[in-house]
């Protein structure tokens, strides 16, 4: 697939490639089969000093002028000794189109979007335990994660797409107010479906504010600086995460589970606000040269049919996951016809998507490397973090017996953990301009934290298991940003937005797979243990009890507590192990293939 398109207009003598080899050796990305991030035609190049211009996935125009290119206002500055201009004019080079000021307005309402999309993901990590005991459903607690991140996979290519055809900040408005509705749809909830179905349209909001903020940070800032926002980007992950977790349980105990929704909606209500005011008006559209859409032409534009496909697969597999031998028999008809579906659409799905001139899954990104092993490790990876991160907070609520307040303050070590290694990779991957390094020791970090959380019972000291969790979200820190980065420096320039929103729809659907499965895993271990660890005439009441309601077990007598709690720690031990099992499989696929190595524009 090399391209050559613009190439030979330019003298490779005055270019610096942004990838290169590494201490010699052959780099696994072919610079000429990916044009990464090097002018493919005239207009990408400066016409003065013919110095290839690095650009994003789209730039802006219309809506608001922002003057002529920085590139062109550096060079052609009068000469200027002074150390302190010479530094702001290469600070300045690192956005595109916009002034640094205008870039931070910007990008902070991205950050506050972050903040908050993730603080309402932790607010679900730590009180998903409360909300199912209210509703008597605690054997149904892994679709409220489920819903939420079915809605926000299968559409997040779509809002991709979308915004390419009516700009971002259409896009990213609509995903904002959706959030915001739903938000309080979930805090109105009158039973555990309406629940449920609220999670799965705020995931839809979800998804938009992610793929969006993401797309419109690669719009503005160049390639190789990217690491460098995205560790921006992880901190107020780990801030918002950390204030979903120590206030989410509080919240819960306080003010109740209603309260804790319906406390976010002034704050979504100012970040909506503030990015009516600060996206620019036609932001995405100049780079792919086309006027915004009218509804028909933007339906027939998108693969809608592929998203429908891919959303049905996703949920009869979920489906067949969580009720078998959950609510019922793996024989049960409806169990088998959803899984055999599931998997009749995904091959289905495969061969239309090889069809389609604008897939919602591309599928020559997951065929041809490194893309694929970047996607699929990404996929693996999620699935272990999130199998770590959504059956903690029921260790400590369901073997430690504390409330959902404690709960929530001892998961922060997690959030510390991810704030630390995702800042620290940006800062690291921008000064040795190297990738898989990080990449490695985040996985390792994966594996150890996987193992560390199945040696967990229920003698474990506190302080140790609040180590032993924080190891995934250590990893994930470290092996995301770098990830990201990478199917970025992988792709070309017009490939870059939809290179985005499938790594995202990957990592979203390891997020589904990875709570689905690990609630199946659990699930169906517990009940193993529990037909054999609980004695007395009263033992299939105690057994329904306990699987609806975790708070049901303090209230146990002391034998049957012992009981109970030895049962949920042996279930939540094998579960804990899968997380190790998939940060494995994700350490094998990074071996095989060599990440590109950044190099700064000279």
């Known amino acids: 697939m090399g391209i050559d398109n613009g190439r030979s207009h330019l003298d490779p003598s005055e270019t610096t490639p942004l990838l290169t080899q590494s201490h010699g050796r052959p780099s696994c990305l072919d610079v000429n089969e990916y044009d990464v991030e090097i002018a493919s035609s005239h207009k990408d190049t400066d016409e003065e000093h013919n110095v290839p211009i690095l650009s994003s996935a789209s730039s802006i125009s219309g809506g608001l002028d922002f003057g002529p290119s920085l590139e062109r206002n550096i060079s052609n500055s ?23 000021t205008q870039f931070w307005v910007i990008f902070s309402g991205i950050m506050m979007g972050y903040m908050i999309g993730f603080f309402d993901s932790t607010l679900m990590a730590s009180s998903h335990p409360v909300i199912t005991s209210y509703f ?14 079915l809605t926000s996979t299968a559409f997040m290519p779509l809002f991709g797409r979308i915004s390419d055809a009516f700009g971002r900040k259409p896009v990213y408005l609509f995903s904002i107010a959706m959030f915001f509705v739903t938000t309080a749809g979930c805090g109105l909830a009158r039973n555990i479906g309406h629940f449920i179905a609220a999670r799965a349209l705020c995931g839809l909001g979800a998804g938009g504010i992610f793929s969006i903020g993401q797309i419109i940070s690669s719009d503005l800032v160049r390639l190789e600086y990217r690491g460098v926002y995205q560790s921006y980007l992880n901190l107020c992950l780990g801030v918002g995460s950390s204030l979903g977790l120590a206030f989410g349980g509080y919240l819960c105990d306080h003010i109740g589970w209603r309260g804790a929704f319906l406390i976010q909606l002034p704050f979504i209500f100012v970040y909506l606000i ?25 339906i027939r534009s998108i693969d809608i049919t592929g998203a429908f496909i891919l959303i049905t697969a996703v949920t009869l597999l979920i489906l067949g996951l969580n009720l078998g031998g959950n609510v019922v028999p793996w024989g049960h008809p409806l169990i088998i016809v959803s899984l055999v579906l599931s998997g009749v659409l995904a091959v289905i799905l495969v061969r239309y998507e090889r069809l389609v001139p604008r897939p919602v899954m591309p599928i ?34 369901a073997v430690k017996l504390t409330s959902p307040t404690t709960s929530g303050l001892r998961l922060v070590a997690s959030s510390l953990a991810i704030t630390f290694s995702s800042v620290s990779t940006g800062i690291l991957v921008n000064w040795t301009r190297r990738l898989q390094p990080f990449v490695l020791i985040g996985v390792c970090s994966m594996v150890i934290g996987g193992c560390a959380a199945a040696s967990m019972g229920i003698d474990t000291h506190n302080p140790v298991a609040m180590v032993c969790i924080s190891f995934s979200s250590l990893g994930q820190g470290f092996s995301f940003p770098c990830l990201m980065v990478s199917i970025l420096a992988t792709s070309k320039r017009e490939d870059q937005a939809v290179a985005t929103t499938t790594l995202g729809l990957w990592r979203n659907l390891g997020s589904v797979m990875g709570v689905a499965v690990s609630s199946w895993i659990f699930q169906n271990t517990l009940i193993y243990h529990l037909k054999h660890n609980v004695t007395g005439v009263d033992k299939d009441h105690i057994i329904a009890l306990v699987r609806k309601s975790v708070h049901s077990i303090a209230l146990l007598d002391p034998v ?13 031990r094998l579960t804990f192990l899968s997380a190790a099992v998939w940060a494995i499989i994700v350490l094998i696929l990074m071996c095989r293939v060599r990440l590109p190595r950044l190099e700064r524009k000279k």
């Open 274 to 298: 503030a990015a009516a005011w600060t996206v620019p008006a036609d932001l995405g559209l100049k780079t792919v040269g086309m006027e915004r859409m009218k509804l028909s032409q933007l």
């Open 136 to 149: 008597k459903a605690a054997n149904s607690a892994s679709w409220l994660s489920t819903a939420f991140l």
């Open 560 to 572: 049957h507590r012992s009981e109970v709690t030895k049962s949920y720690s042996d279930a939540l």
């Open 78 to 100: 009068p000469s200027n000794p002074n150390a302190s201009t010479k530094e702001e004019n290469e600070y300045a080079s690192r956005f595109i189109d916009v002034s640094p």
């Open 364 to 397: 020559e990104l997951l065929t041809t490397n490194p893309r694929a092993s970047i996607i699929f490790g990404s996929f693996f990876a999620t699935m272990s973090v999130s199998t770590v991160v959504f059956n903690a907070p029921l260790y400590f609520q």
